[in-house]
């Protein structure tokens, strides 16, 4: 059974709806295996309306749909599915301030008409359209920096092209859909702490991967080294990975010759360690 129907009386209508508020604010806070919020269709003026101001409305798996007569009475509506759709739904005349609800539990177009004022696409009619949203499952690697510019791969499944990726809100940079199961993005910067990662397709579907993803500070590198006598046969560092003044050393345009306190490395990308400074003059003593 993929539809499951209710209809309602005026008179609930309104609690119900002051549920589905209360509800979809959990939802809001909730993660991945939370049902969707329910949707609200309005029918008013002769038209169905949905959410988004219009006759469509998409939707992910599992979510509650509840057409209301918002129409002065004695106008009636119905909303009733268009033929060779199966399962088929019918509210039957909805008189003003009378609802009628439809759960989607499969994916596919749902169009649908009122049996008075419209037929097959004309008139008042609309269409539910019921997507699979994304569904991320794992992470890796599930940390990196606190500068970002992380490369990750998100697994799951129901990627569609142009999903965005947000790590705690701020948007991944470099956001490619391999396949349907397959991201790899770049994490932006954030400070340290464990976040979610949420999944958002272009049709607003979303899913979240609850508390995933570690940002670590970076261990400290050591302090510079002071000026000393080089020690003999000592390994450059790597020029990228050294800070401070040591990388402000230009390197040296001409072929070096070996010198009193220049210990010269074999290649032109490696790091000449500085002449032994002067010892520093004493510090005045106070007192
Ligand atoms: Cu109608």
Partial sequence: ??????????????????????????????????????????????????????????????????????????????????????????????????????????????????????????????????????NPTGVAPADGKTTGDTTVTITGTGFQLNVTVTFDGLAATGVMVVDANTITATTPAHGPGVVDIVVTNPDTTTGTLASVFTYAVLTPLPPPRPSVAPISGAKPLPATRVPGPINLIPPNPLPLRRSSGNEVGTSSSEVVTPAPAPAPAPLPTRR
């Fill in 1 to 134: 059974m993929g539809l499951r129907t209710q209809a309602m009386g005026g008179k609930r209508v309104g609690i119900a709806l002051v549920f589905a508020v209360v509800l979809a604010g959990l939802v809001m806070v909730g993660h991945a295996t939370t049902a969707p919020p329910d949707v609200a269709i309005s029918m008013q003026m002769f038209k169905f309306v949905a959410p988004n101001g219009t006759i469509n409305t998409t939707i992910p798996v599992g979510t509650k749909v509840t057409w209301t007569n918002n129409d002065p009475s004695p106008i009636q509506h119905t909303t009733t599915s268009d033929p060779a759709i199966i399962p088929t739904f019918d509210s039957g005349p909805l008189a003003h301030g009378a609802s009628f609800s439809v759960t989607f539990d499969q994916t596919g177009v749902f169009p649908y008409h009122c049996s008075f004022h419209g037929t097959l696409g004309t008139g008042m009619h609309g269409t539910i359209t019921v997507v699979a949203p994304p």
